[in-house]
C-alpha cells in the first residue's frame, strides 16, 4: 500500500484483504477470552494501530475500512460473552477511551467530551463510536483484560495487577499482538495462603 501525505491510507482495501483482516481479529480475541476468562459484565480495553496493520509506523498510515473490520470481529465476539468493549484512542487524544453510556455509568467512569476522528482518535476508537449504540469518552478506566494490536500502550488502562496472556495468533496484518489478563493483588506475609482460582 502506497502511503498518502494526509497520512491516511486512501487505497481501497479489497474484500479478501478485509476479511482476512477481520478473521484474524476475531481468532485473536477469542483465543485470548478463552484463555483470560473474563467475566460477564467485565471491560476488555483494545488498542489497535491500523497502521501497523498496514506494515506502516504507528499514526502514519491510518485505514478506515481496515479499523471497521477489526472492530466487528472484536464487538461481535464482546457482545456474545455479554462482555463491555473499551476502544482506546490514540496520543492526541491522549488514549481517551471510548466505550458504551451504560458501561462508563456502570462503573462510574467520567465522560468527557470528545469525538474521535480518523487522525484525533483512530480508526478503530472512530470505528467502535459509529458502530457503538451509545458511545461515550472516558479519560481512563480499570479495564479486567486488553487487546494491543501493534504496540499503542494499552497498559495505562490495566487494573492491577497485569499477567501477559500469549496466544497462538502473534499478528493481525502487519501487527504485532500483545493480550493481558488481570489478577488481584497478593496481600500479606510469609504465613499467607492465596485463592489460586484467582492466580
Known amino acids: 500500500m502506497k502511503k498518502a ?3 491516511l491510507n486512501t487505497e481501497q482495501v479489497s474484500a479478501t484483504e478485509l476479511k482476512e483482516l477481520e478473521n484474524q481479529a476475531r481468532q485473536a480475541v477469542c ?3 478463552d484463555m483470560a476468562k473474563l467475566k460477564e459484565g467485565q471491560i476488555l480495553v483494545t488498542g489497535c494501530s491500523t497502521s501497523e496493520i498496514a506494515g506502516s509506523r504507528i499514526g502514519s498510515f491510518s485505514g478506515k475500512e481496515i479499523g471497521e473490520a477489526v472492530y466487528r470481529a472484536i464487538a461481535s465476539e464482546c457482545q456474545k ?3 463491555f468493549l473499551a476502544a482506546q484512542c490514540c496520543e492526541h487524544l491522549n488514549r481517551a477511551l471510548i466505550m458504551e453510556e451504560k458501561a462508563a455509568n456502570a462503573y462510574g467512569y467520567e465522560i468527557v467530551n470528545v469525538v474521535p476522528q480518523l487522525k484525533a482518535g483512530g480508526s478503530f476508537a472512530t470505528a467502535a463510536w459509529a458502530g457503538m449504540e451509545h458511545p461515550v469518552a472516558v479519560e481512563k478506566i480499570a479495564a479486567h483484560g486488553g487487546i494491543d494490536i ?3 500502550l494499552i497498559g495505562m488502562h490495566l487494573k492491577a495487577v497485569a499477567v501477559p496472556v500469549r496466544i497462538p495468533t502473534p499478528q493481525i496484518g502487519a501487527a504485532h499482538v500483545v493480550c ?3 489478577r488481584p ?3 500479606g506475609g ?3 495462603c492465596y485463592d489460586e482460582t484467582l492466580l
Open 5 to 7: 501525505e494526509s497520512g
Open 180 to 182: 493481558a489478563r488481570v
Open 185 to 187: 493483588k497478593f496481600v
Open 81 to 83: 460473552r455479554g462482555l
Open 190 to 192: 510469609i504465613r499467607a
Open 150 to 152: 501493534g504496540d499503542t
Open 31 to 33: 483465543e485470548f477470552l
